[in-house]
């Protein structure tokens, strides 16, 4: 009678993974291990843990987090199991100080304590909550994917006055002025991409304008009351479709009247000519403020 084949677990952890001794005590050998290795079935991912299955992102977080029960996942990782970010090429955690190793070429580790109000699961793994994973990710990310990320998720995603104050905690840490200016200059408002960008190209030049602020009973792009200058951003809409066309201009006389300067581009120009028409605006709107005090 032939015997049944060894067990190797598959239904114990949902992402395939599992340590050496798991394989052991399901009956596989350690001469069984190796084969299949060697042939592929099994992917070796670190020290003592296995795949058993084609390994994912999520199979790789899992092995990182079992090979150093202290782990924790964070930065760009941690903001992508909260769909902040898209799946990371390499997995990043974070883990004590004294923590000695070597990781592999698919592992960051950062040497560094996380608090543990500031630690949650996600996926059913130790994973920095939204507000770390989004600070830590924007002090390694390219500025524009940073800017992109913190304009997209900072109204859904995180809370942003939890968000303020971790970073005045994390005074002295590397990346902090990033955090700060990007806190400064986030754009979660923005009802379009241009309006995005010229947003944070007005912070930048520490001219902030209050967005999609209410002026008599229209909402504007950009307002400065101080000034009482509007600046508009205008995308095809405003061209192709006859009744926008009339409304806009209906809206703009009124604002005219009222005794508002409005400043208008196109969002084509938002992209094309940014630092022009945003150095225009804000020597516009700093010279009025000027003459009207």
Same mark, same amino acid.
């Given at each position: 009678?032939?015997?049944?084949?060894?067990?190797?677990? +598959?239904?114990?952890?949902? *992402?395939?993974?599992?340590?050496?001794? %798991?394989?052991?005590?399901?009956?596989?050998?350690?001469?069984?291990?190796? &084969?299949?290795?060697?042939?592929?079935?099994?992917?070796?991912?670190?020290?003592?843990?296995?795949?058993?299955?084609?390994? $994912?992102?999520?199979?790789?977080?899992?092995?990182? #987090?079992?090979?150093?029960?202290?782990?924790? +996942?964070?930065?760009?990782?941690?903001?992508?199991? /909260?769909?902040?970010?898209?799946?990371?090429?390499?997995?990043?955690?974070?883990?004590?100080?004294? $923590?000695?190793?070597?990781?592999?070429?698919?592992?960051?580790?950062?040497?560094?304590?996380?608090?543990? %109000?500031?630690?949650?699961?996600? /996926?059913?793994?130790?994973?920095?909550?939204? !507000?770390?994973?989004?600070? =830590?990710?924007?002090?390694?990310?390219?500025?524009?994917?940073?800017?992109?990320?913190?304009?997209?998720?900072?109204?859904?995603? #995180?809370?942003?006055?939890?968000?303020?104050?971790?970073?005045?905690? &994390?005074?002295? @840490?590397?990346?902090?002025?990033?955090?700060?200016?990007?806190?400064?200059?986030?754009?979660?408002?923005?009802?379009? !991409?241009? !309006?995005?960008?010229?947003? @944070?190209?007005?912070?930048?030049?520490?001219?902030? +304008?209050?967005?999609?602020?209410?002026?008599?009973?229209? *909402?504007?792009?950009?307002? &400065? %009351?101080?000034?009482?200058?509007? #600046? %508009?951003? =205008?995308?095809?809409? *405003?061209?192709?479709?006859? !009744?926008? *066309?009339?409304?806009?201009?209906?809206?703009?006389?009124?604002?005219?009247? &009222?005794? /508002?300067?409005?400043?208008?581009?196109?969002?084509?120009? #938002?992209?094309?000519?940014?630092?022009?028409?945003? =150095?225009?605006?804000? @020597?516009?709107?700093?010279?009025?403020?000027?003459?009207?005090?």
């Amino acid at each position: 009678m032939s015997s049944a084949p060894p067990r190797d677990g +598959l239904g114990m952890n949902p *992402f395939g993974v599992r340590t050496r001794d %798991e394989l052991l005590a399901s009956g596989v050998s350690s001469s069984t291990i190796h &084969d299949r290795c060697r042939s592929g079935r099994y992917t070796r991912l670190l020290p003592g843990i296995y795949c058993i299955v084609e390994p $994912t992102p999520h199979a790789h977080c899992s092995a990182a #987090v079992l090979w150093q029960p202290d782990a924790v +996942l964070s930065h760009r990782t941690a903001a992508w199991l /909260w769909n902040m970010l898209p799946a990371p090429t390499m997995i990043e955690a974070s883990v004590p100080a004294g $923590t000695s190793v070597r990781p592999p070429s698919w592992l960051k580790l950062y040497r560094r304590e996380i608090s543990a %109000e500031n630690v949650t699961s996600a /996926w059913g793994l130790p994973t920095a909550d939204p !507000e770390r994973a989004m600070l =830590d990710s924007v002090a390694v990310l390219p500025r524009h994917e940073a800017d992109a990320m913190v304009d997209d998720h900072i109204r859904t995603k #995180v809370n942003a006055r939890k968000l303020h104050l971790m970073c005045e905690l &994390d005074a002295g @840490r590397v990346g902090v002025r990033e955090q700060r200016r990007q806190l400064y200059a986030a754009a979660g408002w923005a009802a379009s !991409e241009p !309006e995005r960008i010229f947003g @944070r190209a007005l912070a930048a030049r520490r001219c902030k +304008l209050e967005p999609n602020h209410p002026v008599g009973t229209y *909402f504007c792009d950009f307002v &400065d %009351e101080r000034s009482r200058t509007i #600046v %508009e951003i =205008d995308g095809r809409e *405003f061209h192709s479709e006859p !009744e926008v *066309f009339r409304k806009d201009r209906r809206r703009q006389n009124w604002l005219l009247l &009222d005794g /508002w300067l409005i400043l208008r581009y196109a969002a084509y120009d #938002v992209y094309q000519h940014l630092d022009e028409i945003a =150095d225009e605006a804000v @020597r516009v709107v700093r010279k009025r403020r000027r003459t009207r005090r």
